[in-house]
């Protein structure tokens, strides 16, 4: 073998296996790394790399929330600003989860599709002059709102269908639950009903309270009714004429013969001294809706006798009210209404609840506000391909009770 070969060899030797050791140590390499970012290991760094945006910043912190429409004629929805930020939804609404800008100024973002909730509120039409955004973010939420029952929607909804992603309703199991009021438990400060099982205080085999004992002893009258709707789906004013074949009913308001000017104190307060029931009757039969006639009336010291189509025992304490519905003829609840007015120790157990509950009021723009904050928002895929049948499916025209 020449000198020239011998050479040559020598030369490639050691840097083969200078080669081989570099192959050897890269591979180590990549799968030293592979097995630290191995979600065995490592999954709360995956998680914190997720949740952080670009340059190592987290994504932006606030919600932005358009109302499109206005609220009955009023374009804050009762809220006390053109625009909230989260200090108005800390201080002012109590929000849990606060950060979010609330605002019916369509220019607070420079761009519609930048917004990302859009609220329409369905009892009153679309504008005329912007009826639906011109633009469509794909992160956006589309949220159906509406206190009123379905026959006070005023959006053709089947032509509406995947339009809308949530749902803000007094239905129970809308997406975001927007009751009239609720009840809290004293005891725990945590609120119990409305919901689909509250657990409820069982009532006491007794119960006195003087206050009430008073007030039974100064009552004269039957029942009262405030009312100004007088033609409804329920046929709520059959009812009550069925009932004046049995006892006085004072109806006060378009539909009666009585007035009481709104806003007088002695409206609320002749309640108290005056009658033993009130007629909290809705306008509609359909599901958990119950208007604040009846969370008006749980205020005065007088029992309510509810009409509706609700399952009121995921509303009301048991023993609190009197349910229509549970008689089969008007005659059978007319002569327990009676029964219990003359009965002391029967009227005042109505009232136990007081010792276990209060009433308050929240916000449904706390609870928008907490799902625009889930981790799941970003990645929503949840729409409403037929609103229609699932918002109007949720009533009846027949009552329980033969009118």
């Given at each position: 073998?020449s000198?020239?070969?011998?050479?040559?060899?020598l030369?490639?030797?050691?840097?083969?296996?200078?080669?081989?050791?570099?192959?050897?140590?890269?591979?180590?390499l990549?799968?030293?790394?592979?097995?630290?970012?191995?979600?065995?290991?490592?999954?709360?760094?995956?998680?914190?790399?997720?949740?952080r945006?670009?340059?190592g910043?987290?994504?932006?912190?606030?919600?932005?929330?358009?109302l499109?429409?206005?609220?009955?004629?009023?374009?804050?929805?009762?809220?006390s600003?053109d625009?909230?930020?989260?200090?108005?939804?800390?201080?002012?609404?109590?929000?849990?989860?606060?950060?979010c800008?609330i605002?019916?100024?369509?220019?607070?973002?420079?761009?519609?599709?930048?917004?990302?909730?859009?609220?329409?509120?369905?009892?009153?039409?679309?504008?005329?002059?912007?009826?639906?955004?011109?633009?469509?973010?794909?992160?956006?939420?589309?949220?159906?709102?509406?206190?009123?029952?379905?026959g006070?929607?005023?959006?053709?909804?089947?032509d509406?269908q995947?339009?809308?992603?949530?749902?803000?309703?007094?239905?129970?199991?809308?997406?975001v639950?927007?009751?009239?009021?609720?009840?809290?438990?004293?005891?725990?400060?945590?609120?119990?009903?409305?919901?689909?099982?509250?657990?409820?205080?069982?009532?006491?085999?007794t119960?006195?309270?003087?206050?009430?004992?008073?007030?039974?002893s100064?009552?004269?009258?039957?029942?009262?009714?405030?009312?100004?709707?007088?033609?409804?789906?329920?046929?709520?004013?059959?009812?009550?004429?069925?009932?004046?074949?049995?006892?006085?009913?004072?109806?006060?308001?378009?539909?009666?013969?009585?007035?009481?000017?709104?806003?007088d104190?002695?409206?609320?307060?002749?309640l108290?001294?005056?009658?033993?029931?009130?007629?909290?009757?809705?306008?509609?039969?359909?599901?958990?809706?119950?208007?604040?006639?009846?969370?008006?009336a749980?205020?005065?010291?007088?029992?309510?006798?509810?009409?509706?189509?609700?399952?009121?025992?995921?509303i009301?304490?048991?023993?609190?009210y009197?349910?229509?519905?549970?008689?089969?003829?008007?005659?059978?609840?007319?002569?327990?209404?009676?029964?219990?007015a003359?009965?002391?120790?029967?009227?005042v157990?109505?009232?136990?609840?007081?010792?276990?509950?209060?009433?308050?009021s929240?916000?449904?723009?706390?609870?928008?506000?907490?799902?625009?904050?889930?981790?799941?928002?970003?990645?929503?895929?949840?729409?409403?391909?037929d609103?229609?049948?699932?918002?109007?499916?949720?009533?009846r025209?027949?009552?329980?009770?033969?009118?």
């Open positions: 073998m000198m020239a070969v011998r050479s040559t060899r030369v490639c030797g050691p840097r083969g296996a200078l080669l081989l050791l570099l192959l050897v140590l890269l591979s180590a990549v799968v030293l790394h592979k097995v630290t970012q191995s979600p065995l290991l490592n999954q709360t760094k995956i998680l914190q790399d997720h949740l945006g670009q340059h910043r987290y994504v932006r912190s606030t919600r932005t929330i358009l499109w429409t206005d609220f009955f004629g009023d374009p804050r929805w009762k809220l600003w625009t909230l930020g989260p200090q108005e939804l800390r201080d002012e609404l109590h929000c849990p989860v606060y950060q800008e605002s019916n100024q369509h220019a607070f973002l420079p761009a519609v599709e930048l917004y990302d909730a859009i609220v329409f509120h369905a009892a009153e039409m679309f504008p005329l002059l912007r009826p639906v955004p011109p633009q469509r973010s794909p992160h956006q939420a589309y949220v159906f709102a509406l206190m009123e029952p379905p006070e929607t005023k959006h053709r909804l089947d509406e995947g339009f809308y992603n949530f749902t803000m309703t007094y239905r129970i199991d809308s997406d639950f927007w009751p009239y009021g609720q009840l809290l438990d004293i005891a725990t400060n945590a609120v119990v009903a409305p919901s689909v099982k509250p657990h409820w205080w069982k009532p006491p085999a119960f006195n309270d003087s206050l009430v004992w008073d007030f039974w100064e009552k004269t009258k039957t029942a009262a009714w405030f009312v100004s709707h007088c033609e409804t789906l329920s046929r709520r004013e059959v009812l009550a004429k069925r009932l004046q074949e049995f006892f006085d009913v004072d109806i006060y308001g378009k539909c009666g013969t009585l007035s009481c000017i709104r806003g104190p002695r409206c609320d307060e002749m108290d001294t005056d009658y033993f029931f009130y007629l909290a009757f809705e306008n509609s039969l359909c599901d958990d809706y119950v208007t604040e006639k009846l969370f008006d749980l205020q005065r010291t007088v029992i309510p006798v509810v009409f509706g189509g609700a399952d009121y025992s995921r009301l304490p048991p023993h609190s009197i349910d229509a519905n549970r008689f089969e003829t008007v005659e059978e609840l007319a002569k327990y209404m009676s029964y219990v003359g009965d002391p120790d029967l009227y157990s109505y009232f136990w609840w007081r010792r276990h509950y209060r009433l308050v929240s916000s449904p723009f706390c609870e928008l506000c907490a799902r625009l904050h889930a981790p799941a928002f970003g990645h929503k895929t949840q729409f409403y391909d609103i229609q049948s699932w918002w109007f499916n949720s009533c025209l027949e009552s329980r009770i033969r009118l």
